[in-house]
């Protein structure tokens, strides 16, 4: 059976713009600032352009838009936001799409995503894994962090 693919848009997180993006960005610098860290202007604006989007950014994809005046990005200058932004939890690495989201979850968790191999839209949601961390812990293992990738059709994608 052959699927049809295609971009729609109703059930797709929308980037932030204006005052919600403002909001967030203002949120993200008060929470480096509890813990020490700086959001330096490189690292802001990685965040917003992750924030703004409307699905997985790859690398490459941040490296072009980072400029306002439609400069690029030295690629070391991202590369190096992004380890920053991932590690205090602001943004997350999609490893099979080799793309990256903003955290839509508050506060530390693992990362698990529904992700559309039709339209290559990326759902985070808050898995369960208790249990799993727990016999982790048992057995002596420290657990770092933990994402699950779940692929498939989204609801309307199979619609269609």
Do not use: W
């Not at 793309?99 to 985070?124: M, N, S, T, W």
């Not at 657990?143 to 609801?155: F, P, Y």
Request: with cysteine.
């Amino acid at each position: 059976m052959s699927q049809h693919c295609h971009h729609h848009d109703e059930d797709a997180p929308a980037g932030l713009k204006g005052s919600a993006l403002r909001q967030a960005l203002g949120e993200a610098e008060a929470r480096c600032a509890e813990t020490h860290e700086r959001l330096t202007p490189p690292r802001r604006r990685v965040l917003e352009l992750l924030l703004a989007s409307e699905g997985p950014l790859k690398a490459y994809d941040l490296i072009a838009a980072f400029g306002a005046d439609g400069e690029p990005a030295k690629p070391p200058t991202v590369y190096r936001a992004l380890e920053f932004l991932e590690r205090l939890g602001f943004a997350h690495r999609i490893e099979s799409l080799n793309a990256y989201v903003p955290c839509r979850i508050e506060g530390g968790h693992a990362a698990a995503f529904l992700i559309c191999d039709c339209c290559g839209a990326a759902q985070e949601f808050e898995p369960d894994f208790g249990p799993q961390l727990a016999a982790a812990a048992a057995a002596g293992y420290a657990v770092r962090s933990v994402t699950l990738e779940a692929r498939g059709l989204c609801a309307a994608c199979r619609e269609h």
